[in-house]
C-alpha cells in the first residue's frame, strides 16, 4: 500500500524555520515525482514546489523561501522553510505522481 507520512510541523513564531518530511513507501520513490502542497483554513489547496528526478520547480508563493530535496535512499521527501510568517500557517501535504495524499503536518506561526 501506498503511504506518505508528513511530519515536523508545530507552533514557530514569525521568522522561524521548519523543515517538514514526508516518509514513503509503498511505491518507487526514487523514480517518482514529489510535490508539496499547502492548505490553510477555509482556503484552497495551494502547490508549493515538486520535485523530480532532474528538478525542483516552485510555485511563485515559495520562491525565495522554501526549499524541497529529497533523500532517495531513505524514501524522504523535504521541505525547509525560512522566514516563516501567519500566512504560512497550514496543513503541508506531500502527494505521488498518482496523486496520493497521505496526512499532512499542521504549521501554526504565530507569536
Known amino acids: 500500500d501506498v503511504q506518505l507520512q508528513a511530519s515536523g510541523g508545530g507552533l514557530v513564531q514569525p521568522g522561524g524555520s521548519l523543515r517538514l518530511s514526508c516518509a514513503a513507501s509503498?511505491?518507487?520513490?526514487?523514480?517518482?515525482?514529489m510535490t508539496w502542497v499547502r492548505q490553510a483554513p477555509k482556503k484552497e489547496v495551494e502547490w508549493v514546489g515538486t520535485?523530480?528526478?532532474?528538478?525542483?520547480t516552485y510555485s511563485p508563493l515559495a520562491m525565495g523561501r522554501f526549499n524541497i530535496s529529497r533523500d532517495n535512499a531513505r524514501s524522504t521527501l523535504y521541505l525547509e522553510i525560512t522566514g516563516l510568517t501567519p500566512d504560512d500557517t497550514a496543513t503541508y501535504y506531500c502527494?505521488?505522481?498518482?496523486?496520493?495524499r497521505g496526512q499532512g503536518t499542521q504549521v501554526t506561526v504565530s507569536s
Open positions: 502527494l505521488n505522481a498518482d496523486g496520493y
Open positions: 509503498g511505491f518507487a520513490f526514487s523514480a517518482a515525482p
Open positions: 520535485s523530480d528526478t532532474k528538478m525542483t
